[in-house]
């Protein structure tokens, strides 16, 4: 009973990963964006800090800009993993075609649900005796 409300779920599940996969993405290329620029501000500042090592405003500015590129990591490396369950959602099988998957060879594998046809086949060629033998008469 667990698997078919699991099963039931799958699409909510596959909705909620697509969305943190979406805004991961979104927020990987904003922080590679971020990272960029903010490396090519530790090189700026460093080349600067060369030039004039006792510069109060470029040493600043330097630990600013390895303070913003250690935080556009962290925020990259999370994204990622993100954009990871959007990719989990992308190949995770919808709650129909998962039945579809689970229920069809029990059906098909079940000795009751293979002989209905045999039973069917024989109800119906009563009936047809019976309207066909009604139909002669007139």
Not at 59 to 81: F, P
Not at 93 to 108: D, F, G, K
Request: charged share 20%; with cysteine.
């Amino acid at each position: 009973m667990f698997i078919i409300y699991c099963v039931g779920k799958l699409d909510l599940f596959i909705a909620v990963m697509g969305i943190l996969g979406g805004g991961g993405l979104t927020a990987a290329v904003i922080a590679a964006v971020a990272l960029v620029i903010n490396s090519s501000e530790v090189a700026k500042y460093t080349w600067a800090l060369e030039q004039d090592p006792n510069d109060e405003y470029d040493k600043r500015h330097l630990e600013e800009a390895k303070t913003n590129c250690t935080l556009s990591r962290k925020v990259l490396r999370i994204s990622i993993l993100f954009s990871i369950c959007g990719v989990v959602a992308l190949f995770t099988p919808s709650s129909r075609t998962l039945a579809a998957m689970y229920l069809i060879p029990q059906i098909t594998a079940n000795e009751q649900v293979q002989q209905l046809p045999t039973k069917a086949m024989k109800v119906l060629d009563g009936k047809l005796d019976e309207w066909l033998e009604g139909f002669d008469k007139e």
